[in-house]
Nanobody, 127 residues
Framework: VQLVESGGGLVQAGGSLRLSCAAA????????IGWFRQAPGKGREGVGC????????????SVKGRFTISIDNTSDDAKATVYLQMNSLKPEDTAVYYC?????????????????WGQGTQVTVSL
């Protein structure tokens, strides 16, 4: 299993970024995907997730209404991609963002429930 994030960068407050998580070796039909972030000196925080069982999304209160998770509905699971659209970005959104995957996870933002992780992509929001 391989997860590769991309799309991070530097953006001004109020701007938008779209992160991508390219997955190989797993199927989004049975693996749920979570997005997490870790700011300097802080623990890993769950941002949002999408469940494989019903494709329902769940977000943390800190990003609800600003971030959206979606899946590229390709018929080829070997090239599936999950997106994190981030709008109305704030300086406190600055962090390394990770995507994670695992089987049988439903609506969880607990990092301990995810066994597969990408390498992360840096998002920096300036004033």
């Amino acid at each position: 299993v391989q997860l590769v994030e991309s799309g991070g960068g530097l953006v001004q407050a109020g701007g938008s970024l779209r992160l991508s998580c390219a997955a190989a070796g797993l199927s989004f039909h049975d693996h749920s995907i979570g997005w997490f972030r870790q700011a300097p000196g802080k623990g890993r925080e769950g941002v949002g997730c999408i469940s494989s069982s019903d494709s329902r999304t769940h977000y943390s209160d800190s990003v609800k209404g600003r971030f959206t998770i979606s899946i590229d509905n390709t018929s080829d699971d070997a090239k599936a991609t999950v997106y994190l659209q981030m709008n109305s970005l704030k300086p406190e959104d600055t962090a390394v963002y990770y995507c994670a995957a695992d089987l049988f996870v439903t609506g969880s933002l607990d990092a301990d429930e995810y066994g597969y992780w990408g390498q992360g992509t840096q998002v920096t929001v300036s004033l």
